[in-house]
């Protein structure tokens, strides 16, 4: 089971951007810092209310070096016709991980349920996840703390609870 510290899986899979099918892989984002969103399925109640939420903040994360992407067991069909009737300041890479191989791999697949919890994982430009958290399929995560934790762990020093950019860290580790 993948934890903070190991390489990443890598993977490839259909995705919809921006109006766009294509294919991707977390290699073709390059060394960047990715911040991978896993949620239940589309078209459910408190999905969309995150998907919009990193939409919105989307360009903050960009600002800072990292690309998001949200990853559900539905297919790249279902996250089109979602995008275009609910969804269009989602402009950032939907994956379709219909085979729920990601979710396996990433360990957040409730194999009961067929769909995954809520998993947040943040890869570090050299591909090693570096922060995960995974939650009930009810608890809607906050996209402030992901940011937070993404500028904390790019500084490469110790922060203290509650750190915020431009507050004194503890230094290096």
């Known amino acids: 089971m993948i934890r903070v510290g190991m390489p990443a899986p890598n993977f490839t899979a259909e995705a919809y951007i921006c109006g766009e099918i294509t ?9 960047r810092w990715k911040v991978l969103v896993f ?5 459910t109640f408190i999905c969309p209310t995150e998907l ?14 990292a690309e998001v992407i949200a990853i559900s ?10 995008c275009e009737r609910d969804l269009p300041e989602v402009r950032y890479p939907l994956i379709s991980d219909i085979t729920k191989q990601i979710a396996r791999d990433y360990g957040v697949l409730d194999e009961q349920k067929g769909y995954t919890l809520r998993g947040t994982f943040i890869i570090d430009p050299a591909g090693i996840v570096q922060y995960q958290v995974v939650s009930a ?26 750190w915020r950019p431009g507050e004194i860290t503890l230094g290096k580790g």
């Open 23 to 31: 294919t991707l892989s977390l290699d073709t984002l390059g060394e």
């Open 137 to 162: 399929e009810n608890l809607g995560r906050s996209t402030g703390e992901t940011l937070r934790s993404l500028q904390a762990l790019q500084t490469g020093e110790r922060c203290p609870v509650n």
């Open 73 to 82: 067991v539905d297919s790249v069909y279902s996250h089109k016709a979602w």
């Open 52 to 65: 919009r939420a990193f939409g919105r903040e989307v360009e903050a994360f960009r600002e800072v070096g």
């Open 39 to 43: 949620y239940p399925l589309d078209f």
